[in-house]
Every structure is written in C-alpha cells, then in structure tokens.
C-alpha cells in the first residue's frame, strides 16, 4: 500500500515576550542553547512583530515589522507577524535594582489566539475538555535588539540581556545561529475565549498539566532607557489545518516535570513505573546539544515476580488510520536472559500496538506482556538506532543500520496485539525497560541520546 503525505504547513505566528543579550557598539552574543526544540521543518517561516519598550515611562509599543517605524534595515516586508492570527498584551512591572548600573524587569505576557481553531496541539478538542498531551508553544527572538538608546547621554557601554530563556534554537533556515526561546506547555484556544494568560490547557492538572504561568525577565546594564526587537511565536496547529506533527526530546535534562521548579523546554514525558529503576543524566554535567548526554534508565533485579519497570511516554493521540513513527538511538548494557526482550520503544492508536523489544541478541514485536509475537529477527550489536513506523490501518514496520531505508521486520496491521486499556493516560508513544520476574529477565540498563516522534508520516 502506497502513502502519500503532505508537507506539513506550518505557520509562524507573531508574538512577543522575549528580549535578548546586546550591547551597544558589540557584537550580539548568543547563550548556550539548553535544548535543540522543535524540529526545522516545523519552522519553515518567520512571522515577527517589533516590540518597542520604553523603560522610562514603563510602556510598551508592538507592531507587525512591515508596519513599525522602527524596523530595522534589512527586514522584508512578507516576514511579519499577522494582526488576524495573533493579539498580545502585556506591561512592564517596576524595576528590581540589580547593582549601580541597571535592573532587572519583568515583560508580563498575555497572549490571545485569533484563529478559528487551537493551537499548540494537533488533537481536535472543545473546550474545556483537553486532549491528554499537548506539543506546546514555542515563544522566540526573532530580532535581538536594535535602537538600544540611553539617558542621560554620553552613557558609555550599555547591555539588555535576557534572563529567562528555556532553550535556543536555529528558527530560521539556513540562519546559521540559534534564537533564544521561552516553551509553554499550553493550548491556546480561539479567540473567542479571551485574552489567553498561557494557562488554558495547564490549568488541567487533572489530565497532567502543570500549573504556570510563563513572565518573561531581562536585565539592562547602563542607564538604558529604551530598545526594540523582534519575536514570533511557532506552534502546531490542530487538525485538519495541518498534516504532520514532530516532537524531539534530546536527553540534556530529565523529561519529567513534576512541579514549577522542574521547568524545561522540551516537551513533558509522563512515567510508568514500579520499583524504583533509576535515571539519571550522564555524564554529569554534559555539554547540552552535543550528543555527549544520556538519559540513563537502570533497572534492578525484581523481588519475586515484580517487575522493576520504568517507561517514559506521551499521549499525543494517533488516530487508527493515521501514519507515524518513533525513532531512537540508545545503548543498552547489563543486560540478562539473552531471549527476552528487556528495552522497548513503540506506540500505539486506538487499536493496535507497535511495540518493539530488544534483547541482548534478538529484537522483535511484542504484546502487553513483552512477550515477542511472531518471529523475532537477530542484530547486530551494532545496531544502535531504531525507527518504528506504523502505515495506518496496513502494516508496521522496523528500521534499524546500516541500511536504515530497507525494514528488518515487518507485521501486518491486523496481526499486531490490541493496544493496552487506558490507565490514566494512552501510551501513545513510549520507551525505555520494563523487566520481569523469576522466570524472565533480571535486569538492564538503557542510554538514549535522542527520542523523536512524528504523527502523520512513518519516516523523517
């Protein structure tokens, strides 16, 4: 069976909220990124406002960039931000004294959808009742700051420098630098619902949601008195207005949060486990973003007949007929019982699950239990990256090197298990170990470096 997929046609809405390090007469720096984000193709177009912040008189201008006086030099008029898509308000709050020189202010956002549909989020929905999981919203500088002015003149070096990024990330294409941004774990319902505070879906904490709401702060160095920038929002769009949904996670952080603290900018994964396996991020102190980091799973020896399980996953829905994959490359050690499958990574629709099983010499499809169905297919040790595809309602598949193109296993669709019951949440997409007792396997240990998903496709 052949299937065909659009691109997916992803909107970059105008937006505000973030001001970035500059100092005037030098050269901008960017900070180190935390997480790469969401995906490129999920970027593909720019759409700014320029924000225009006077710091005397607390006030705050915000344009589309093809109608600001204030533009800087080189900015085309088709990249702006739309007044039909996306509405803000927001203040500047009194300044915290940070030294002889400068303070520390906080941009207070308030942000309204004014699309006929939600955003952050590709499961249709009507509110106030969420889907389980949301992609987020993504909130970046698209224009480090320019027109930075003092007072009293001369004023020597003056600085504005962001003190609230989550991540930074390459929006643009070919840029070549990565743009500082803030993720909201939120949906963004239509307008129709009012100014949006970035609480609509997080206010859900019955369904997982984490309550915040998001301000963003930044320093000034010198007696600055005013600046503009520019930012843009990125969001996926619910369906039908799109057709393709890509989440990352890059394992520089653990991707549970449980509390406000635990605030990071990769997307959440929820946990399913007992015993206590442990995690970790290794090494310790790993440069973010540049592969050296490891999300770590160990899993211990299982008292008796229970398991020592621990399985990260997201409930980002798949619809029965719908396309999509998941792809990882781990490592996995310490490993027992050469023929069971120990570490796993899948996903599920509303009906069947795709679930594979690796075990130090053979990988395989497998039921609820673990438990290979079928044949299971020897590896390579080698073999250390692993797609797994769903081709709607047809068959599944898994793809692993060296030649990653051709698939080492393939099931039909009605020969898969039937998806696990609902427990609080789908298991839409998942990984990681899940060992078993006296007569299965003992123990495992898992390093993922990478964990991608996408709905509405079955390869990158």
């Known amino acids: 069976m052949i299937h065909a997929h659009d691109r997916r046609r992803t909107r970059v809405l105008g937006a505000l909220g973030l001001v970035f390090a500059a100092v005037v007469g030098c050269q901008n720096e960017l900070a180190a990124p935390h997480a790469p984000g969401p995906p490129v193709d999920q970027m593909a177009n720019l759409g700014t406002y320029i924000v225009h912040v006077d710091l005397k008189n607390r006030t705050v201008e915000v344009k589309p960039a093809s109608q600001s006086p204030t533009a800087p030099a080189g900015v085309s008029g088709r990249f702006y931000g739309l007044a039909t898509e996306i509405e803000h308000v927001f203040a500047v709050s009194a300044p915290t004294p940070i030294g002889t020189t400068g303070a520390e202010y906080h941009l207070k956002l308030h942000i309204n959808n004014l699309e006929p549909f939600a955003i952050g989020t590709n499961s249709p929905h009507t509110a106030p009742l969420f889907p389980q999981d949301t992609m987020g919203v993504y909130v970046y500088l698209s224009i480090p700051p320019y027109n930075i002015t003092c007072s009293p003149s001369p004023c020597g070096t003056t600085s504005v420098a962001m003190d609230s990024a989550d991540g930074a990330y390459p929006f643009f294409e070919n840029h070549g630098l990565a743009q500082p941004y803030l ?8 307008g129709t619902f009012g100014v949006h505070s ?18 963003f702060n930044f320093k000034t160095a010198g007696s600055v008195s005013d600046f503009s920038f520019g930012i843009a929002v990125s969001a996926p769009f619910v369906d039908p207005n799109e057709t393709r949904w890509k989440v990352f996670y890059v394992a520089d952080s653990l991707p549970n949060r449980k509390s406000f603290l635990d605030l990071r900018s990769e997307p959440d994964w929820r946990i399913a486990g007992t015993n206590g396996a442990d995690t970790a991020i290794v090494p310790a102190g790993c440069a973010p973003n540049t592969g050296a980091c490891g999300l770590q799973i160990t899993s211990h020896v299982p008292t008796g007949q229970a398991r020592d399980t621990l399985l990260y996953y997201r409930s980002d829905s798949v619809r ?18 050469s023929s069971v499958a120990t570490v796993f990574l899948g ?6 699950l795709v679930k594979l099983g690796i075990s130090p010499t053979q990988i395989g499809f497998t039921d609820t239990s673990g438990a290979f169905v079928g044949t299971p297919a020897s590896i390579n040790p080698q073999h250390n990256t692993y797609r797994v595809a769903k ?34 949440f789908n298991r839409f997409f998942f990984f990681g170990n ?26 990158p």
């Open 391 to 424: 081709f709607g309602t047809d068959s599944a598949a898994v793809y692993a090197p060296p030649d990653s193109s051709a698939s080492v296993l393939r099931i039909a669709y009605s020969s898969l298990p039937a998806a696990p019951a609902k427990v609080l």
């Open 434 to 459: 899940v060992t078993r007792g006296n007569a299965g396997a003992k123990q495992a240990t898992s390093r993922w470096t990478t964990v991608n998903y996408e709905i509405g496709a079955h390869a």
């Open 347 to 352: 996903l599920q629709d509303q009906t069947k």
């Open 320 to 337: 029965n007929a719908q396309d999509a994959y998941i792809t990882a490359t781990l490592t996995i050690s310490n490993q027992s019982a």
């Open 198 to 215: 970035g609480r609509g879906y997080t206010d859900q904490t019955s369904i997982g949601g984490i309550d915040y709401f998001r301000t």
């Open 183 to 190: 993720y909201f774990k939120t949906i963004l319902e239509p």
